[in-house]
């Protein structure tokens, strides 16, 4: 598998992922993606959304066909690495960050309420999202 920056097309095809995934598709600049890439073919990809006190990981995912092979761990791993502030993200799955070291925390920036809000408000499931700090 190649971790790398996509390209237009790939960009493009990110864009459809997300809004078949109901990720959150808010302001999406191609400069915040990293993606997976297996055999040359997009099968996972991710964002870092910087704000003036955090960085925030979102819009992760993982074609559904490429899923429970590592993908999003491989990219979990390379986004801790790229981030450069308190890091943080809001999930509905909390068991697959917490192995990385993220943590359920209840005191998070403005930013992370306005991503819950808007969560809880558009993007219903019927998990509870959480929001998560990185914590190593």
């Known amino acids: 598998m190649h971790i790398s920056t996509p390209n237009d097309s790939e960009f ?9 995934f109901e ?3 808010r302001d999406l600049k191609k400069e915040q993606f990293i993606i997976a890439k297996k055999k040359n073919e997009l099968v996972g990809f991710g964002r870092i959304r910087k704000h003036s006190s955090c960085d925030e ?5 993982v ?8 993908i999003a761990k491989q ?12 890091f943080y993200l809001v999930c509905i799955i ?16 403005e930013e992370l309420k306005n991503k819950l809000h808007y969560c809880t408000g558009e993007l ?9 700090k990185y914590l190593n």
């Open 63 to 70: 074609i559904i066909k490429e899923r429970k092979k590592g």
């Open 75 to 86: 990219l979990i791993q390379q986004f801790i690495k790229l981030s450069n502030q308190p």
């Open 12 to 20: 493009e095809s990110i864009k459809k992922y997300i809004s078949e």
């Open 23 to 25: 990720l959150d598709n």
């Open 124 to 132: 219903i499931v019927e998990e509870e999202y959480v929001v998560m």
């Open 57 to 61: 990981l979102c819009s992760l995912g």
């Open 94 to 109: 909390p068991e697959l960050f917490i192995p990385f070291g993220f943590k359920i925390v209840t005191e998070y920036p």
